[in-house]
């Protein structure tokens, strides 16, 4: 399978988006459903999967049997305003969704004794001992990409990026620190993310779909999604809108 083999799909806005992707996500986990008889779904945060949440949640989805987590998160309290939890809490376990399991990756006793900041990276290590120890096979992942070519919270130049993309990495999540976004994080490694059975990118914007091609046409250090495209996921699938 050549890199520009992976599908990729062109929307008319972020709505069709949504609404094509949430098709998507319904199928893998119906299948995965009937399979084994649960499912996995991981999503990422920020405001752009808004949308998608709210069309997921519209779905008449065995959400009992589907276990919700995230591809990563920052390292807030579970109430914070840059919470992802937060977020899949308020936009997609509502409606049929309510009925899903959430596995968040941050809970509010991490800070019940963070005083300093040595306490915060304990604390933040036990999360992502926590993560690892609790892992999930995950049968799909909604990822995310920003301008600077990260994905999940794998970012160029931070201290733990080679262990990030190192494929041969044993650990399913790291703590990362990032160079220049707010908040320490928890985030999937690339390794967990080659063991995950389909990936979904979901990007919007002439900006991103430039740095979504560069990343596409060779393998690059300071752009860290190219590492799921060097060689590419078998069931990775690309989700655009302008």
């Not at 977020?87 to 300093?116: E, I, K, M, Y």
């Not at 979504?212 to 996921?233: E, G, I, T, V």
Request: proline letters at 7%.
């Amino acid at each position: 399978m050549k890199n520009s083999d992976a599908p990729f799909e062109t929307c008319a806005d972020a709505a069709d988006l949504a609404a094509r992707l949430a098709r998507d996500l319904a199928g893998v986990l119906r299948d995965a459903l009937a399979a084994r008889g649960s499912a996995v779904l991981a999503v990422s945060g920020g405001r752009s999967p808004v949308p998608l949440f709210h069309a997921l949640a519209a779905l008449p989805l065995d959400w009992a049997r589907i276990t919700v987590t995230l591809v990563d998160e920052r390292f807030v309290p579970p109430d914070h305003a840059d919470s992802n939890a937060a977020l899949v809490r308020a936009h997609l376990l509502q409606g049929n969704a309510a009925a899903a399991h959430f596995s968040p990756l941050v809970g509010a006793d991490d800070f019940a004794a963070v005083a300093t900041q040595a306490d915060t990276e304990r604390a933040l290590a036990a999360a992502v001992a926590r993560a690892n120890r609790d892992a999930l096979p995950i049968d799909v992942a909604v990822l995310g990409m920003g301008d600077d070519g990260h994905t999940a919270s794998l970012f160029s130049g931070a201290p733990e990026i080679a262990a990030g993309l190192n494929p041969r990495n044993p650990m399913d999540w790291l703590a990362v620190h990032p160079p220049a976004a707010p908040h320490r994080r928890i985030s999937l490694t690339l390794a967990a993310l080659l063991r995950v059975g389909h990936l979904r990118l979901a990007i919007s914007g002439a900006t991103k779909r430039a740095v979504y091609a560069a990343a596409l046409q060779a393998r690059r250090d300071d752009l860290p999604l190219s590492a799921l495209l060097h060689p590419p996921h078998a069931h990775f699938h690309v989700y655009w809108s302008p």
